[in-house]
Nanobody, 123 residues
Framework: QVQLVESGGGWMQPGASHRLSCAVS????????VGWFRQVPGKEREFLAA???????YYSDSMLDRCTISRVNAKNMVYLQWESPKLEDTAVYYC?????????????????WGPGPPVTVSS
């Protein structure tokens, strides 16, 4: 059973860099692909980025120049660095993990999810 816990949520200032963190436990970390998703009311969960145990990153087209995903395997941690948040980035942010060969950009590929803290971007 994989457990994930996000931190760094709450409030982001527009234009100021900000980092979200995801702590993962319960399975050999290097075996896992860990992804970040977000969701706003009335919309489907949106893929942002993912990273494999070999440190290969995957991004959605809309996030390619806006955020950076990274992981530290020795610490079982994955990070999402926002370079310049916008007001429309307000959402609930989730990290998720899977260890299969399913597409990394599809939410249904992920078997384990964090609780998802809300993040508000405002000045």
């Amino acid at each position: 059973q994989v457990q994930l816990v996000e931190s760094g949520g709450g409030w982001m200032q527009p234009g100021a860099s900000h980092r979200l963190s995801c702590a993962v436990s319960g399975r050999t970390f290097r075996d896992l692909i860990v992804g970040w998703f977000r969701q706003v009311p009335g919309k489907e969960r949106e893929f942002l980025a993912a990273i494999s145990g070999a440190l290969t990153p995957y991004y959605s087209d809309s996030m390619l120049d806006r955020c950076t995903i990274s992981r530290v395997n020795a610490k079982n941690m994955v990070y999402l660095q926002w370079e310049s948040p916008k007001l429309e980035d307000t959402a609930v942010y989730y990290c998720a993990a899977h260890a299969n060969a399913l597409p990394v950009r599809r939410a249904s590929s992920y078997a384990s999810w964090g609780p998802g803290p809300p993040v508000t971007v405002s000045s």
